[in-house]
């Protein structure tokens, strides 16, 4: 595999290790621990990243109304 991976890979592979886990015992919850620290992460800086578009659209809706104004 190359290239970065995406989030649904990252579920994807929460739930394999999830089901080794649970098929194999606790050895492999390190796993599930790391993926589940990787998805918290991604999931953050994609917050973040809503959020500041939703920022700059709405300053960009303001000046667009005063330059019309």
Same mark, same amino acid.
């Given at each position: 595999? #190359? $290239?970065? !991976?995406?989030?649904?890979?990252?579920?994807?592979?929460?739930? /394999?290790? /999830? *089901?080794? !886990? @649970?098929?194999? $015992?606790?050895? *492999? +919850?390190? @796993? !599930?621990?790391?993926?589940?620290?990787?998805?918290?992460?991604?999931?953050?800086?994609? #917050?973040?990243? +809503?959020?500041?578009?939703?920022? @700059?659209?709405?300053? #960009? !809706?303001? +000046?667009?109304?005063?330059? /019309?104004?």
């Amino acid at each position: 595999m #190359s $290239g970065p !991976v995406s989030t649904a890979d990252l579920e994807q592979a929460l739930a /394999a290790c /999830a *089901y080794i !886990v @649970l098929q194999h $015992g606790d050895a *492999y +919850v390190p @796993l !599930v621990d790391r993926l589940e620290d990787e998805l918290a992460e991604r999931r953050k800086c994609e #917050s973040a990243r +809503v959020r500041a578009a939703r920022i @700059l659209n709405s300053m #960009s !809706v303001e +000046v667009t109304h005063a330059l /019309a104004g």
